[in-house]
């Protein structure tokens, strides 16, 4: 499980959640940040900072944004 920065990223990329994560595993990409599934720890610094309200924990993504976590697992396979 992990957190997924969501569509309140896209346009805004406050970076605030980059500049928390204490195993930095939010990366920056063209139109979002993303957050690596395989190595978040779930500790939720990054959902606390967002200043957008961004983040969800991945389990309670509603059905609309299941894409993030797709789009997050996408990045990082090619990153
Ligand atoms: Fe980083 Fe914690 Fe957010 Fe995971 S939940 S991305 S470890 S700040």
Redesign the pocket.
Known sequence: M??VITEACISEKAAD?AD???????QEGDDQYF??GD?????????A?CPVGA?Y?EDDLTEDRQIYLDKAKQFFSHN
């Open positions: 992990a957190f959640c928390v994560c204490p195993v930095d595993c939010i957050i690596d190595l978040c720890i779930d500790c939720g610094a990054c959902e900072a983040i924990y």
